[in-house]
């Protein structure tokens, strides 16, 4: 079972902020949030992830709360190319016992970008 | 450049097949899987292997089988006990230690049993 829960759709306009929620009430204090996101028939591609800090990539910003149990993705600026499934993970990140064989893949949330 | 690949991208199967999914990377990296995708579904683990010589069953293991000879290599067996294969099967790869421990995703081989 995914250890995440997304809303199933968003949409959003070219050019404003796209803002994508993740609830993870029950994540261990050394579980990541990784963000992937996946364009119709490719593989996903990494966005960006963090342990409780919030985290800025060239891609997107990760914003954590501080009792860790949700985090929110960020797009600043939304292009069309942006349209895709983007997925929230938990993991441990480090060490073997941290292999993607614990990190479950939800459905994820379909974020529309229109012009 | 340093990458992950599935070949070959799109392939057909005949019922009671067995048919071999190939996947190579050159990231140096520990961990390898394979996922299975189905229509509006999220991604279903199959199986995974942290080290060369040794692989765990996911959580639809049943018809499909691995191995893992080389670091580089990871193939997926998909075999005629496998009662409903047609599905898209993504690779990844992760490096276990270090700073950067994100997944490395192929592009994908669409499977299609006629």
């Known amino acids: 079972d995914a250890k995440t829960t997304q809303p199933p759709s968003m949409d959003c306009a070219e050019g404003r902020a796209a803002n994508l929620p993740c609830n993870h009430s029950t994540i261990s204090g050394n579980e990541y949030v990784y963000w992937y996101r996946q364009i119709h028939s490719q593989g996903p591609q990494y966005i960006i992830h963090?342990?409780?800090n919030n985290e800025t990539n060239e891609m997107a910003s990760l914003i954590i709360t501080e009792d860790r149990k949700s985090s929110t993705l960020i797009l600043p600026h939304a292009t069309l190319r942006d349209t895709a499934v983007y997925y929230c993970?938990?993991?441990?990140?480090?060490?073997?016992?941290?292999?993607?064989?614990?990190?479950?893949f939800g459905r994820g949330t379909q974020l529309t970008v229109w012009p | 450049d340093g990458g992950i690949t599935q070949s070959p991208k799109y392939l057909f199967r005949k019922e009671g097949q067995n048919v071999t999914l190939s996947c190579e990377q050159n990231l140096n990296h520990d961990a390898m899987y394979w996922y299975r995708q189905d229509p509006g579904q999220g991604l279903r683990l199959i199986y995974y292997s942290q080290i060369v010589n040794d692989f765990q069953k996911g959580d639809i293991a049943e018809g499909y089988s691995v191995s893992r000879e080389k670091k580089e290599s990871f193939p997926l067996t998909v075999t005629s006990a496998q009662k409903n294969p047609t599905a898209f099967y993504l690779c990844?790869?992760?490096?276990?230690?270090?700073?950067?421990?994100?997944?490395?995703f192929g592009q994908g081989t669409r499977l299609t049993v006629v």
């Open positions: 990844a790869s992760t490096q276990i230690q270090g700073r950067n421990t994100e997944a490395f």
């Open positions: 963090g342990l409780k």
């Open positions: 993970i938990v993991r441990v990140a480090h060490g073997r016992g941290s292999t993607l064989g614990r990190l479950y």
